[in-house]
């Protein structure tokens, strides 16, 4: 089932694409699965929850975190995390740069920008992006490096709407984009994309999508 899921998946996405499979409240035996076909990069949203997994699992598997963090659970992770996903504040990168730098390790990080009309207290409005990677403190940092930006569209069937916060979020790349790159800042990922909304997401530019329930079944609870 996971296997046929994943196949028929992949193959409707472009190859640039990378596919991030969801893995949150699912089981090793089925992230297995997956890994059996090839998948190897793997989001997780709960950073107890990711470091067991990784403890037990193939070594080989990128593992992603695009949940909301706590700056507290960070050192937990700070030596096998593949890419945080969801970074939305200085303080948030001040604390990943001190722990990956214990690892003596530089960890890849996309800025999560609020692009959701609808309430949401994660993400930074565009302009705190600005005025973030301009400050001094970011500049000082040696052990992160900004990749890309990533954005969750607001939950609901209006499409048009959905389209137009993706296409928001695509044209602030681009702008950020056009930035001279330096030794932590240097893009080339665009985080959007879930199993409701992913096809609009390629449509507008996404480069990586994030996608459980579309593979795994859907979850037995909100996570
Ligand atoms: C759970 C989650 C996803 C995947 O959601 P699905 O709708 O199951 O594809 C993607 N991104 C984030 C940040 C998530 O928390």
Redesign the pocket.
């Known amino acids: 089932m996971i296997k046929n899921q994943l196949k028929i998946l992949k193959e409707s996405i472009p190859d640039e694409v990378t596919l991030v499979a969801?893995s949150?409240t699912k089981p090793n035996t089925a992230i297995l699965e997956a890994y059996e076909v090839g998948q190897r990069d793997f989001?997780e949203?709960k950073v107890q929850e990711m470091v067991a997994k990784y403890e037990v699992l193939p070594k080989d598997i990128k593992w992603h975190m695009?949940?909301h963090l706590q700056r507290n659970k960070i050192k937990y992770m700070a030596h096998f995390v593949h890419l945080i996903?969801?970074v939305d504040s200085l303080k948030l990168l001040l604390e990943i740069d001190k722990q990956a730098k214990k690892h003596q390790r530089i960890i890849n990080c996309l800025l999560q920008i609020r692009i959701a009309q609808e309430d949401t207290k994660f993400g930074l409005p565009m302009t705190e992006i600005t005025n973030l990677l301009a400050s001094d403190e970011f500049k000082q940092l040696e052990h992160i490096q900004i990749v890309g930006l990533m954005g969750?569209a607001s939950f609901t069937d209006d499409f048009d709407q959905v389209r137009k916060e993706f296409k928001a979020l695509k044209e602030f790349y681009t702008t950020l984009d056009k930035l001279p790159a330096t030794n932590n800042f240097k893009l080339d990922t665009i985080s959007m994309g879930?199993?409701?909304d992913y096809k609009i997401a390629i449509e507008e530019g996404s480069s990586m999508i994030?996608?459980?329930?579309?593979i795994f079944g859907v979850?037995n609870y909100i996570?």
Do not use: E
């Open positions: 969801v949150k989001g949203n695009i949940g996903h969801a969750m879930m199993s409701g994030r996608v459980g329930s579309a979850r996570a």
